[in-house]
T-cell receptor, first 111, second 113 residues
């Protein structure tokens, strides 16, 4: 089984930088996803990390440390449209490739 | 830009009835998925499908659920006898290569009364 923890809610100011953390406990690790989900809409893929380190994609970056069971999503130059829920999802090894989602972090960006 | 489509957008059904939720994945994708999200709760994986068979399924995906790819474009989720607790948003997703970027459809909101 897995345990995935994310903060429930965060607030930030337009133009700022915000870091959303995700910690997980799993018996075998096979990758971590970050998704963005606006209210009432489908999740949108942001990133996939399977090796340690930072992956940058435009204003969004994702970091992974497998030894610490830790990942973060970094959002730069925040815009109002970045107000959404950010979902961390982990896939295990060991014969099962079923992704387990965290409850998501609701990010509110204010002017 | 290619996208995953789902129909209907909202389905209301009575408890015990069968429902079929339909999805058209992106045309060159090979891996297909169903997820559900009960209102206010986290996204839950139901099943993945590749090469015309189920590759993985979760504990939620019991005998009441089935998936099918009846032709070259559609991917369906059938719930044989719906229960109140099946009320949720059901998302279809597809990807070109597992486990990389999955594209989600807009979802079907299923309401069981």
């Amino acid at each position: 089984g897995q345990n995935i923890d994310q903060p429930t809610e965060m607030t930030a100011t337009e133009g700022a930088i915000v870091q959303i953390n995700c910690t997980y406990q799993t018996s075998g690790f096979n990758g971590l996803f970050w998704y963005q989900q606006h209210a009432g809409e489908a999740p949108t893929f942001l990133s996939y990390n399977v090796l340690d380190g930072l992956e940058e994609k435009g204003r969004f970056s994702s970091f992974l440390s497998r030894s610490k069971g830790y990942s973060y999503l970094l959002l730069k130059e925040l815009q109002m449209k970045d107000s959404a829920s950010y979902l961390c999802a982990v896939k295990e090894t060991g014969g099962s490739y079923i992704p387990t989602f965290g409850r998501g972090t609701s990010l509110i960006v204010h002017p | 830009e290619p996208e995953v489509t789902q129909t209907p957008s909202h389905q209301v059904t009575q408890m015990g009835q069968e429902v079929i939720l339909r999805c058209v994945p992106i045309s060159n994708h090979l891996y297909f998925y169903w997820y559900r999200q009960i209102l206010g709760q986290k996204v839950e994986f139901l099943v993945s499908f590749y090469n015309n068979e189920i590759s993985e399924k979760s504990e939620i995906f019991d005998d009441q659920f089935s998936v099918e790819r009846p032709d070259g474009s559609n991917f369906t989720l059938k719930i044989r006898s719906t229960k109140l607790e099946d009320s949720a948003m059901y998302f279809c997703a597809s990807s070109a290569a597992e486990p990389y970027e999955q594209y989600f459809g807009p979802g079907t909101r299923l309401t069981v009364t």
